[in-house]
């Protein structure tokens, strides 16, 4: 719902012991440098009209993410564990004179700048296919004309959006974005190049094998959700294939892992796979946001699936127009408690 390698000193990550701020980075933690100071960079027109912080945005996991800084004047700094190593990229948008949208610059250091800076472009959607969506409904129409900047990216890592998203599996956001912080502060590496204090990358699929049981707990990630990570660990490799399958067989593919349900197969196919038409199944609220769109009333997933019928192929899109639209019931239930397991 959306809402390792330990240490230098093993004592730190004995719980009985008071160890550093729990939300804080390890001092003692690995550092990557990138093969210049200076770093690689990229300059490209959009020929379409885009929205960086709107594309890029669903990478961000709560307000303190450590993988995703915004810059007051806009930019927005992004690491990744790539094929080549770690890598940490800087990306603005500017005027184009004459352009049909932005310029896009972005700067990236690390072994894996390279890497990240050559696939910047289906991160910001180049390869979607906005056109393929025809809304038939005039609350569609209308949020399709006023968010003409929406593109549906692809990152190609299919394990670094897997963690988060079942990090995020039946708990509020607050608490799947705390567990999501202090691993990556605990576990990540410090992020290449002259970075923002505090961002990190995400650890390789080896490191989160090796968290401890106690990491874990302080975290506040229940045993069920940590061996659904563990577990998805020792198939990276070939989880990072599923970019290449239809959408369909990525679905099943992902669905066959334990602890892999609907709900979170849509949201890493929506990430990594750039997925127009992965559906949430499961969501808190997205089935009452799609029904109380369209229809004026809540709607259950069995529902929200016959509304965006009509869009197969573009049903995620559909989605979250309607929720950047802001449009939704009041809500006047009960919010979910955040739960903290680290005092069971």
Same mark, same amino acid.
């Not at 603005?92 to 610059?105: L, Q």
């Not at 129409?141 to 990216?153: D, K, T, W």
């Given at each position: ?35 210049? $100071? ?15 912080? =709107? ?10 993410? $450590?993988?995703? +800084?915004t810059e007051p004047g806009g930019a927005i700094w992004r690491t990744s564990l790539t094929p080549d190593g770690p890598a940490s990229v800087r990306v ?16 990236? %250091?690390?072994?894996?700048?390279? %890497? ?11 390869? !979607? ?11 569609? /129409? ?14 190609? +890592?299919?394990? *670094? ?20 912080? #202090?691993? =990556? ?29 106690? !990491? ?10 940590? /061996? ?11 989880? *990072? ?9 990525? !679905?099943? %593919?992902? #669905? ?9 197969? @849509? ?24 029904? %109380? ?29 309607? *929720? ?7 809500? +006047?239930?009960?919010?979910? @408690? ?7």
């Amino acid at each position: 719902m959306r809402t390792s390698q330990p240490g230098a000193d093993p004592a730190r990550r004995d719980p009985a012991q008071p160890g550093p701020d729990p939300d804080g980075p390890d001092p003692a933690g690995p550092s990557v440098d990138g093969p210049s $100071p200076d770093g690689q960079s990229t300059v490209f027109d959009a020929p379409f009209p885009l929205d960086v912080r =709107l594309v890029l945005g669903v990478h961000r996991r709560g307000p303190q993410d $450590p993988a995703f +800084r915004t810059e007051p004047g806009g930019a927005i700094w992004r690491t990744s564990l790539t094929p080549d190593g770690p890598a940490s990229v800087r990306v603005t948008a500017s005027a184009a004179a004459g352009g049909a949208g932005p310029r896009i610059a972005a700067t990236a %250091w690390g072994p894996g700048a390279g %890497w990240l800076l050559g696939r910047l472009p289906d991160q910001l959607g180049f390869g !979607d296919d906005p056109a393929a969506f025809r809304p038939e409904h005039p609350v569609l /129409a209308q949020l399709a004309a006023r968010f003409p900047g929406l593109r549906i990216g692809r990152t190609g +890592r299919v394990f *670094e959006a897997l963690v988060p998203a079942v990090l995020e599996q039946k708990v509020v956001g607050i608490e799947a974005n705390r567990a999501w912080k #202090r691993l =990556l502060n605990w576990h990540g590496t410090r992020a290449p190049g002259p970075a923002p204090a505090g961002l990190r990358v995400c650890p390789p699929p080896a490191v989160w094998q090796r968290v401890p049981s106690w !990491d874990w707990h302080r975290a506040g990630v229940e045993a069920v959700r940590a /061996a659904t990570i563990t577990g998805a660990a020792r198939v990276a490799g070939r989880l *990072e294939q599923i970019c290449s399958l239809p959408s369909a067989e990525a !679905d099943r %593919w992902l #669905r066959s892992l334990p602890g892999i349900g609907p709900w979170t197969a @849509a949201e890493i196919r929506q990430r990594a796979c750039g997925d127009a038409d992965a559906v949430s199944i499961g969501d808190y609220h997205l089935p009452a946001q799609v029904g %109380w769109a369209l229809t004026g009333i809540p709607a259950d997933d069995d529902q929200m699936l016959a509304l965006l019928a009509p869009y197969a192929g573009q049903r995620h899109r559909a989605a979250r127009l309607i *929720e950047l639209g802001g449009l939704g019931p009041p809500r +006047r239930g009960p919010r979910m @408690a955040v739960r903290d397991y680290r005092a069971i």
